[in-house]
Antibody
Framework: QLQLQESGPGLVKPSETLSLLCTVS??????????WGWIRQPPGKGLEWIGS???????NYSPSLKSRVTISVDTSKNQFSLNLSSVTAADTAVYYC????????????????????WGQGTMLTVSS | QSVLTQPPSVSGAPGQRVTISCTGS?????????VHWYQQLPGTAPKLLIY???NRPSGVPDRFSGSKSGTSASLAITGLQAEDEADYYC???????????FGGGTKLTVL
């Protein structure tokens, strides 16, 4: 059974770069056609998509964060990572990693999948 | 301000039926992009509840159903149970933003 697990420092100072890892277990990150994504949730607020990476390495990012975000994949370690630069208090959130199938089959059609497997999340606080 | 609009809260008594709406625009739901729904129990990660408008992943009870029409989508929960008390989020793709977008979330209270 595929599982995702986030890891990170917990606390980052303003203006520094946030670095988080997502470790995939129970299956290979290169097996099948999947996007691997990051989603965050500020305390008491809703979900925000940050960006995704395909197992081939191609990426797409939220326009609102694009200038500060880098997502990369390390297939040898079965991990993908998130770097977010120049962080501020507004970046304080629970960060989730999740898998999204490139396509799924529905009756009489195929369509892009939803985020079907999520990690438990890791809290990241930006504070001096 | 979320791109997809959900009511902040809904409530219902055990056994009742409730619906949660998700209103978008011509650049997301109205453009034909599918809507997905997630359930987030207190203190836990979101869980996929409905994908591609009306499809249930394995293990999701058939008390949960989804529909889509025009620029809106809805999640219906029948036979409400105490364990359904959670936050619910809709999600779609927005072509103007070139981004996956979520609704602001709806808190379901079981009375």
């Amino acid at each position: 059974q595929l599982q995702l697990q986030e890891s990170g420092p917990g606390l980052v100072k303003p203006s520094e770069t946030l670095s988080l890892l997502c470790t995939v277990s129970g299956g290979s990150i290169t097996s099948g056609s999947y996007y691997w994504g990051w989603i965050r949730q500020p305390p008491g607020k809703g979900l925000e998509w940050i960006g995704s990476i395909y197992s081939s390495g191609s990426t797409n990012y939220s326009p609102s964060l694009k200038s500060r975000v880098t997502i990369s994949v390390d297939t040898s370690k079965n991990q993908f990572s998130l770097n977010l630069s120049s962080v501020t208090a507004a970046d304080t959130a629970v960060y989730y990693c999740a898998r999204r199938p490139e396509i799924v089959e529905v009756p009489a059609a195929t369509t892009p999948g939803a985020f079907d497997i999520w990690g438990q999340g890791t809290m990241l606080t930006v504070s001096s | 301000q979320s791109v997809l609009t959900q009511p902040p809260s809904v409530s219902g008594a055990p056994g009742q039926r409730v619906t949660i709406s998700c209103t978008g625009s011509s650049s997301n739901i109205g453009a034909g992009y599918d809507v997905h729904w997630y359930q987030q129990l207190p203190g836990t990660a979101p869980k996929l509840l409905i994908y591609a408008n009306s499809n249930r992943p394995s293990g999701v009870p058939d008390r949960f159903s989804g529909s889509k029409s025009g620029t809106s989508a809805s999640l219906a929960i029948t036979g409400l149970q105490a364990e359904d008390e959670a936050d619910y989020y809709c999600q779609s793709y927005d072509s103007s933003l070139s981004a996956w977008v979520f609704g602001g979330g709806t808190k379901l209270t079981v009375l």
